[in-house]
């Protein structure tokens, strides 16, 4: 009885520690993972919106992200065949359509098609700079 009391007091404290320092870890790690693909993908592919070409500087570089083109966050090939940057309107705009596709909601490609015409991500990006 003594020994189970003894052992229960020693794995509690140390799974409290274990714990907190799994999770610093973890965060700490997610962290480095979300910053470092980011920041190697800006330092492979150019400034550049990959879809509607907007061009990016160091002043608006916030409103540039990174696309994964398999929409696997786990899969960052060194080499950054997988990133895609897109600007956050086109980037949107790309998840939509994934899930659209996944959801089977467009059979017809005609509608994929227009709305890449009536999409202005120009005039979004004017409208979010003026208001920051
Ligand atoms: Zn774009
Ligand atoms: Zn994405």
């Known amino acids: 009885m003594d020994n189970s009391e003894k052992n229960q007091a020693a794995r509690k404290k140390l799974t409290r520690e274990e714990m907190n320092a799994i999770v ?3 965060k700490r790690s997610q962290e480095d993972k979300i910053k470092g693909y980011r920041e ?3 330092s492979i ?5 990959a879809r509607c070409g907007m061009e990016f500087t160091l002043k608006n570089l916030h409103l540039l992200t990174v696309h994964h083109r398999d ?3 786990d899969n ?3 080499d950054g065949s997988n990133w895609e940057n897109l ?3 086109c980037h949107d705009n790309e ?3 994934y899930t659209d596709h996944l959801q089977g ?5 005609g509608a994929a098609k227009s709305e890449s015409v009536t999409h202005r991500p120009f005039a979004a990006l004017a409208d979010l700079l003026k208001k920051k």
Not at 105 to 109: A, G, I, R, W
């Open 105 to 109: 909601e467009m059979p017809d490609s």
């Open 76 to 78: 960052n090939p060194a």
């Open 45 to 49: 592919h150019p400034w550049i919106c």
């Open 95 to 97: 998840h939509r359509r």
């Open 40 to 42: 190697k993908s800006l």
């Open 24 to 26: 610093a870890k973890a």
């Open 87 to 89: 600007c956050v309107y």
């Open 71 to 73: 929409h696997d966050h």
